[in-house]
């Protein structure tokens, strides 16, 4: 990846408080839907080093929230299914003590449901919330996810549905990451599927896709950006790896994934509907007539007593 250079970043006010951004960019250049290289200030933060980790691998151990791999998974098995294909004989713990021999990869679940970690991911976020709210309004389900693999390990090839910084804490990565209208990876059915269902099923790994990635060859201190469904895929260095990313949701993911669950249903009732975002002023429509009904619905719920949910909330829920 060629160099960067990153023009400084003013010190932005959030409420009372002055943040210094953690995670850098040219907020001129930024564009929500566009992949693109970060820089950051958290290789050295005492959360996100070994002895800090191993407690928080026990604490999220316990609670289920942890998901882990061995390392013959390769960029073809289906993300899903990688545990129970692929399982990693050792506890969390036991995984990042022994992380160099261990021949595994592991994911630290939703760490904002962490009271320690919580702070961290708040904190991160709302330093770079400022930058980006002009003209991606509306950030909310904040979530940190950590990784910790074992040397040459493999992140099989998925994607996500919340917008993501993905940070480098130590050792070395390369991550590819396609273009989230890139079809020839990711068919519009898949996206439906996956907005409908979480069902990654329809997304089927090529060899033939490395050449159409952006490649991120990813050092302590770097980090890319990655719209919402953007394919990707991780290949680990020669050396243990940690890696953190910081995902949210915003006005405009809410309504791509208001479109692609409504294009999944026409499609369960034989219907092939036009692309996301290929005919406007028709998704415009769409997007009015379904917030009408939910409106509708929520009202209905409210006259009956019902709780309504919560579209905003400021911290991702387990189970989104």
């Known amino acids: 990846m060629a160099a960067t250079i990153l023009k400084p970043v003013p010190v932005m006010a959030v409420g009372h408080r002055q943040l210094e951004p953690q995670i850098e960019f040219d907020p001129a250049e930024f564009d929500p839907w566009r992949i693109q290289p970060v820089r950051h200030r958290l290789s050295d933060h005492p959360l996100l080093q070994p002895d800090s980790l191993l407690a928080l691998s026990g604490r999220l151990e316990a609670v289920g929230r942890i998901r882990t791999h061995a390392n013959d998974a390769t960029a073809g098995t289906p993300f899903n299914d990688a545990p129970g294909l692929h399982p990693n004989p050792l506890s969390a713990t036991d995984t990042l003590t022994s992380l160099r021999e261990a021949r595994a990869w592991m994911s630290l679940l939703n760490v904002q449901t962490d009271a320690v970690y919580r702070e961290l991911v708040g904190s991160v976020l709302d330093s770079v919330q400022p930058l980006i709210e002009p003209i991606d309004p509306g950030m909310c389900h904040r979530a940190g996810w950590i990784f910790v693999s074992s040397p040459k390990t493999v992140t099989p090839f998925h994607f996500d549905k919340e917008h993501n910084f993905i940070l480098q804490i130590h050792g070395r990565k390369r991550v590819y990451v396609w273009d989230h209208r890139d079809t020839t990876v990711a068919s519009e059915l898949a996206r439906d599927r996956f907005h409908q269902r979480h069902d990654r099923d329809q997304l089927q790994w090529s060899d033939a896709f490395r050449g159409r990635a952006r490649v991120f060859e990813l050092l302590p201190g770097d980090g890319a950006y990655m719209p919402s469904t953007s394919p990707h895929m991780v290949e680990n260095g020669d050396e243990p790896s940690v890696t953190i990313s910081f995902t949210y949701y915003t006005d405009a993911t809410r309504r791509d994934a208001m479109l692609h669950k409504t294009h999944a249903v026409l499609r369960d009732m034989g ?33 009956i007593g019902l709780p309504r949910a919560t579209g905003y909330a400021r911290f991702a829920q387990v189970g989104m």
């Open 271 to 303: 219907i092939v509907p036009p692309a996301v975002g290929q005919w406007p002023a028709l998704d415009a429509l769409t997007i009015s007539a379904v917030t009408n009904a939910l409106r509708l619905r929520g009202m209905a719920k409210k006259l």
